[in-house]
């Protein structure tokens, strides 16, 4: 996810704090189409496992395979 905030926020990932610097929503509003019902998977996820109300209920297979989607984009799509 770093990868997806640098290149799509336009932000230093060393700046981007991924899970306090850049709201969680933002990231999803920028995320590439690709794989923006994974980013809101992930998130929900997090959330949920941060003890948050997420906007839909995910099992850790499901926040597992769309982390898996997201770092294979990431490796196809993003330079290192």
């Given at each position: ?51 948050l109300?997420?906007?839909k ?12 989607r ?11």
């Amino acid at each position: 996810m770093d990868a997806v905030a640098q290149v799509e926020l336009g932000e230093d990932v060393a700046d981007v704090r991924l899970h306090g610097g850049v709201a969680d929503d933002e990231l999803a509003r920028v995320a590439p189409r690709e794989i923006a019902a994974d980013v809101q998977t992930l998130f929900a996820g997090m959330r949920q496992r941060a003890g948050l109300k997420p906007a839909k209920q995910v099992s850790e297979a499901q926040a597992s395979a769309a982390e898996s989607r997201i770092r294979a984009f990431e490796r196809r799509s993003c330079p290192t």
